[in-house]
């Protein structure tokens, strides 16, 4: 055998067909003797074999993440504990139904209303109109009175008024017809109407912007403290400024209660939710995340007017509505703390501690060899945290794609929270009766729900928000082109009902288009730039007074435009999502405007070619659900790593 061939044969056999350093053979030693040839050959495999030990050692410290994802299925994706969780959301998918419309019917008016006048009061109803209020092309007016001496009128005996009488705006008040509404609310017992009709809308979009101070508080909360915490305060907090509503006899007064109790909006909610989907398995997560919102919080506001209709007093409305707060302290004892939290805390035992509760409950059997596989993920996802908290939320300004979709994201979100909340609060201007009209509304929230858990991963998500807001502007946009009453409230229904979808998909949207590195921040951003145009939202409903058709209008144009936007944005279905700035600066590049999941054909992926002595690993992050505001980004991530063919060792001939 000649050197040459010697050292190919020695080089060749430090590696085993799974590309891993084997032992020499000893049964020969004379074969391994013979294979030291002259200086620089035998140099330059010493350096090579050690570069392959080198190589092998980094490939064994590589450890496959091995996240919750993987570990539920374990504990169980849905077992008996989960579903215990499942319903422990009721009520607090309720209390944020209460927290957001309550307001509604706390300062709801009645449509017929005129002015009061004092010398009439002896006279009924129709005689008083009659004689004190102007008629106008709509019926009687609301704001103004004749100026007119009524105690000499009522002495000359005169029924009706004259047709040159002056009219002024009213002076002693105003009367109410309670019989569609069957109480007084805070709006007419201090006669928030005509110059004073944008009070309750004020205090709505001051409601908002406690909404704003009290994401970032209860969300650095969250983050400091734990989620437990956290969901325990900000219902205290709503707690307390629901109660103090009742006893409120000013609009400063009630404007600081609403703040309050918009501190609680909507993390009275989302804390729990977060919790519960945290530890729920990814093949269930897509149902618990949009069913929990379907059954739960549609069977509070759909009860919630009926409850206001019962009391029949805005006062007990506010105790009715805000007491069912106190139920969060319970969740000491019944709901355990984020396992998520406590690893990114450090705290990884006591999160294995929680979840042997779940294994115990849910009767299952999980092996110490997984926890400690475990264990180790937990410490390297903790550093590759801790290399990602250098970036900041401008950093998705610094390139020109990703800024351009950060925008867009941002521009869409706020058009959603608008449109969404201009429905939500229109229901008052279509002619019907008020509470019937806003169950039938709220109702839209299940089969929207329930559409979007069959089609969403199939349909994708840009043609699936772009369409449904389409679908909310033409239905809105037609309900100004009917009759007001059933048909107009008819169409702004199913209005509602599309912009229910627009809204259930738009954060999970953002969260999977914006890079890992920044999209807790991301998401944090665009979710308080929605509570911003919530603010405006009231203001367009209020143009109500000076036109019916007027906040139809709005609504309907912006849901058009924003579903038109919506197109500009990449699909994320199938998808590897963006780990990097650079792979959100790059994310959707290939793809095209008209493409659609369904009817796209499925691109056969080229091989990667082979590297030599590697191994490729692809990562990809899923958010698999909303409500990942203000805490730390649920990412499942999987790690794929191709085998090296028995070629692929084979070392050159040098």
Request: proline share 4%; glycine share 6%; hydrophobic share 45%.
């Amino acid at each position: 055998m000649s050197p040459k061939d010697e050292t190919k044969s020695s080089e060749s056999s430090a590696y085993s067909n799974d590309g891993y350093i084997s032992e020499p053979n000893d049964e020969n030693p004379k074969k391994s003797n013979e294979s030291v040839v002259d200086g620089k050959r035998n140099e330059f495999s010493l350096d090579f074999l050690q570069k392959g030990v080198k190589q092998t050692e980094n490939d064994k410290k590589n450890v496959q993440p091995f996240d919750f994802d993987d570990l539920l299925p374990h504990l169980g994706e849905f077992g008996i504990y989960q579903k215990i969780l499942f319903l422990l959301m009721i009520p607090f998918a309720c209390n944020v139904a209460f927290v957001y419309f309550a307001q509604i019917f706390i300062t709801i008016v009645p449509e017929k209303y005129w002015c009061r006048v004092p010398e009439l009061a002896n006279l009924t109803v129709e005689e008083r109109l009659a004689l004190a209020i102007p008629l106008g092309s709509d019926g009687y007016e609301k704001c103004r009175m004749y100026d007119v001496n009524f105690t000499e009128l009522l002495k000359n005996g005169a029924k009706e008024a004259g047709s040159n009488w002056e009219t002024v705006p009213c002076r002693y008040g105003w009367e109410y017809d309670f019989t569609e509404v069957p109480y007084a609310s805070i709006s007419a017992e201090l006669n928030w109407v005509c110059e004073n009709a944008a009070l309750p809308n004020t205090a709505q979009s001051i409601f908002f912007c406690g909404a704003i101070l009290g994401g970032l508080i209860f969300g650095w909360m969250a983050d400091r403290f734990g989620r437990i915490p956290a969901l325990i305060s900000c219902n205290m907090v709503g707690l307390i400024g629901g109660v103090a509503t009742a006893y409120c006899n000013s609009f400063w007064a009630f404007s600081v209660c609403r703040f309050l109790v918009g501190m609680a909006f909507d993390n009275c909610f989302t804390m729990m939710y977060i919790l519960v989907l945290e530890y729920v398995g990814p093949k269930w997560r897509t149902f618990v995340a949009n069913m929990s919102i379907a059954i739960f919080f549609t069977l509070g506001a759909c009860i919630l007017p009926w409850i206001a209709y019962y009391l029949s007093n805005w006062r007990y409305l506010c105790y009715a509505t805000s007491l069912p707060l106190v139920i969060a302290v319970l969740t000491l004892w019944f709901v355990p703390e984020s396992a998520r939290w406590l690893v990114s805390q450090g705290k990884t035992e006591k999160a294995i501690v929680i979840l042997k509760k779940f294994e115990k409950v849910n009767k299952t059997n999980v092996t110490e060899k997984v926890y400690d596989q475990f264990r180790s993920s937990c410490a390297e996802a903790q550093k590759e945290e801790d290399a990602n908290k250098k970036y900041t939320v401008l950093d998705l300004f610094k390139t020109p794609r990703l800024r351009k979709i950060t925008l867009i994201l941002v521009v869409l979100w706020m058009v959603i929270s608008l449109v969404f909340d201009g429905h939500v609060r229109n229901v008052e201007t279509l002619g019907l009766d008020t509470f019937l009209t806003f169950t039938i509304a709220s109702a839209t929230e299940f089969p929207a729900d329930t559409f979007l858990t069959f089609v969403l991963d199939i349909w994708g998500r840009r043609w699936l928000a772009a369409g449904s807001m389409i679908v909310s502007g033409l239905f809105t946009l037609f309900a100004i082109a009917v009759p007001l009453g059933v048909p107009s409230a008819s169409l702004a229904i199913m209005g509602r009902f599309a912009i229910n979808i627009s809204y259930n998909i738009g954060l999970q949207y953002a969260a999977e288009i914006l890079p890992t590195v920044v999209r807790a921040q991301g998401v944090a951003l665009i979710h308080i730039m929605g509570y911003v145009a919530s603010i405006i939202a009231p203001f367009v409903v209020y143009l109500a007074n000076i036109s019916t058709s007027l906040p139809l209008l709005i609504l309907g144009v912006l849901g058009t435009l924003g579903g038109l936007l919506a197109l500009f944005l990449p699909e994320t279905l199938d998808q590897e999502l963006p780990q990097t700035l650079q792979d959100g600066e790059n994310f959707g590049l290939n793809q095209k405007m008209w493409d659609f999941p369904c009817i796209k054909k499925k691109e056969v992926e080229e091989p990667i070619p082979e590297v030599y002595r590697t191994t490729s690993v692809r990562l990809s992050t899923r958010s698999s659900f909303r409500g990942e505001i203000r805490s730390s980004i649920l990412n499942g991530g999987s790690i794929r790593s191709r085998k090296l063919d028995n070629s692929d060792n084979k070392i050159s001939n040098i």
